[in-house]
């Protein structure tokens, strides 16, 4: 079995934002030879999520908004008195996504349905973020 990884970096420019990442995942597993296996992308941040979905602008700011009701910034969250960034509402976000994602790799390309993209979920920009992907197979 091959195993190889690269480290993705993504500038993001906002406090949030959502960063369409799937053409570097498909250049990643290009580059990795593997034809058949597994994928894994990994965000080595506590305030960067991961998901897929539907890269349809309304959609987009349907989700942002979402996530805002869900975890509002500046509702006095505990964490909030310890940091200065007062940014608990960016974890909590990151955590109803994920950190990781899987998708299984067929024909030397990440397999996605017709509609799904990778997005790299920034809640705490604006920063220098590194994800991790990896990709498993022969």
Do not use: C
């Not at 349907?62 to 969250?77: K, M, N």
């Amino acid at each position: 079995m091959k195993v190889y990884s690269e480290t993705l970096s993504i500038s993001t420019k906002n406090r949030v934002e959502l960063v369409d990442i799937t053409e570097k995942v498909r250049r990643a597993v290009a580059s990795s030879g593997v034809s058949n296996g597994i994928v894994n992308v990994y965000s080595l941040h506590t305030t960067l999520g991961l998901y897929l979905n539907e890269n349809e602008p309304n959609l987009r700011m349907d989700v942002l908004e979402f996530l805002d009701r869900l975890a509002p910034q500046g509702r006095g969250y505990h964490h909030d008195t310890v940091d200065a960034n007062a940014n608990t509402f960016s974890h909590l976000r990151a955590i109803l996504l994920s950190n990781s994602l899987s998708l299984p790799v067929a024909g030397g390309a990440p397999v996605l349905g017709t509609w799904q993209s990778v997005f790299a979920a920034e809640f705490d920009g604006p920063r220098s973020r590194r994800v991790i992907i990896q990709v498993m197979g022969e």
